[in-house]
């Protein structure tokens, strides 16, 4: 291993740049800064050299080339292994550089701000920084590139301790972060162009998806399979992959994705609601005046299902909504927030997990799917909906209360999968029948979980979140006392299936749209 001798500091995100830099001249290690970085430095009586000087040639176009220079290049790629490398240094009196310290022009924050022009954001591209990353990480035998502040205190400890030498096995992990850095960064970029100028494909011919691990999980679908959570970039706060967890253990791959359905049907429901899931299934969704009678109406839809089930709240959980609760066994609650008093209550239960997530609605760009061999890509289930735009196709009309009801049984069908029936009353789920081949077996399930929940069906409504195909769906729900039905329509039987629906006196409305969730 050979000595750190020259560091080149060359950062936009100054977090830690005085320490590091202090540390490094107490080693006698030169350093080489450019611009704003040499400023701060000098500034605290730290001896730097700028870059302009040490390469004989300024800064020029605006800083637009600062780094790109022989001197600099040379003295980074160089291999301290090859003669010839090294007399190609003398003759061109070029100094070796083993450490490079680079964080890029903040193209990213740019972008994120709505106010940002496109001509601040191409003047936000990092040519040099990517340029002095990748022939520092390919040259990582003899150079070591940092590339994270969360790094620093790492390598300064590491020469600090070690007579200013980095072993080989840092030097190539952090080679390979450096390698993650810069194709990010590169990522971003292509999806800004893409998004703004150069492409009106909404699906670009190639895609890249750039995923960040944020934790193992406690194992995959079934115990015997590993598992670990991802995360994307997302642009609003609201999203899953946002949350906190403030208790109880592992997460497992089923809570996570039991939890998408519950997150995703709670946090887009106007009223205080709660939303029970199973299997990726709501068992029982309810909207009231509070969350603790919100849960109860969801939890009396299928208390069957609803034991060890995740549990989802659009408003903060009281301490009489979790004595509610602590009544029964769940594997996950979601909210927006806990209250003291709740917390308390649930601590007493150290395997419960509490996850904490941002009320904030929004949608990710893209809804994925992974087959063999490669991915569906699609845009995702979001649709304005109102309920005024919907057709009404039966001879009977709806009331106010009718229209609260289906345009709550619509949002419902939205998240449970396909066939997907769903009876609901006062805003609140009565039976669900979901994922079965057949819709009127879907219909049939739905209204036997109301019955072995001792719930009325007398007067509910219906939600279909797709088409009747035949009659048989609307006989057997109106067997049960349904009243409304709110189905996408578009069946050659359309015809047919109206027909019944006056037939049972039924009220019927067409959304012109599915809602298909497979």
């Not at 007493?348 to 799917?369: M, V």
Request: charged share 25%; hydrophobic share 40%; aromatic share 6%.
């Amino acid at each position: 291993m050979a000595k750190v001798k020259t560091a080149l500091i060359s950062v936009s995100d100054k977090t830690g740049l005085l320490e590091l830099g202090q540390r490094l001249s107490a080693l006698g290690i030169k350093i080489l800064s450019t611009g704003g970085s040499a400023q701060v430095l000098r500034d605290s009586k730290i001896n730097v050299t700028e870059v302009s000087e040490h390469t004989g040639f300024p800064e020029i176009l605006d800083g637009r080339v600062k780094t790109l220079n022989p001197i600099i290049h040379g003295g980074i790629l160089a291999r301290r292994d090859l003669e010839d490398h090294i007399e190609t240094l003398k003759e061109h009196a070029i100094e070796p550089i083993d450490l490079v310290v680079i964080n890029l022009y903040p193209f990213i924050k740019t972008i994120e701000n709505p106010n940002s022009t496109f001509e601040e954001a191409i003047e936000n591209i990092d040519i040099g920084g990517p340029a002095m990353i990748r022939s520092s990480a390919k040259n990582h035998n003899d150079v070591a590139i940092l590339t994270d502040p969360k790094d620093y205190d790492l390598i300064l400890s590491e020469l600090e301790s070690n007579n200013r030498e980095l072993s080989q096995e840092l030097k190539k992990e952090l080679a390979k972060k450096a390698f993650h850095h810069t194709s990010n960064y590169d990522q971003a970029i292509f999806n800004y162009l893409s998004n703004k100028t150069l492409s009106k494909n909404l699906f670009p011919e190639i895609m890249t998806i750039n995923l960040e691990k944020k934790m193992d999980m406690r194992y995959g679908e079934n115990p015997h399979q590993s598992a670990a959570f991802y995360t994307q970039k997302t642009d609003y706060k609201g999203a899953l992959s946002n949350f906190t967890q403030i208790q109880g253990k592992e997460l497992s791959f089923n809570n996570l994705n039991d939890a998408e359905t519950a997150w995703e049907c709670v946090k887009n429901l106007e009223n205080i609601s709660c939303v029970i899931v199973k299997h990726a299934n709501p068992c029982g969704v309810a909207s009231a005046s509070s969350a603790k009678e919100s849960y109860q109406k969801a939890f009396q839809t299928d208390p069957t299902s609803s034991f060890g089930g995740i549990i989802a709240f659009n408003t903060i959980i009281d301490q009489e909504t979790a004595l509610e609760i602590e009544k029964q066994f769940a594997e996950l609650i979601i909210a927006p927030d806990f209250s003291d008093e709740a917390l308390k209550i649930f601590k007493a239960k150290k395997n419960l997990r509490l996850l904490k997530i941002p009320n904030e609605k929004g949608n990710d760009n893209f809804d994925i799917k992974k087959i063999g061999g490669g991915m569906l890509i699609q845009t995702p289930d979001h649709i304005d909906f109102n309920i005024q735009d919907c057709l009404v196709v039966s001879k009977l009309k709806p009331n106010n209360t009718q229209l609260i009801d289906m345009t709550f049984a619509w949002h419902i069908a939205k998240y449970v999968k396909s066939n997907a029936i769903i009876f609901c009353k006062d805003q609140c789920t009565l039976g669900v029948g979901a994922g079965q081949m057949s819709r009127v077996d879907s219909t049939r399930i739905a209204a036997i979980k109301a019955e072995n929940a001792n719930l009325n069906l007398s007067d509910s409504v219906v939600a279909s979140d797709a088409f009747f195909p035949f009659r048989d769906g609307i006989d057997v729900l109106a067997s049960y006392g349904a009243k409304c039905v709110i189905q996408p329509g578009g069946s050659i039987r359309d015809d047919e299936v109206i027909d019944a629906a006056n037939e049972h006196n039924l009220i019927m409305l067409f959304t012109n749209t599915r809602h298909f969730k497979h």
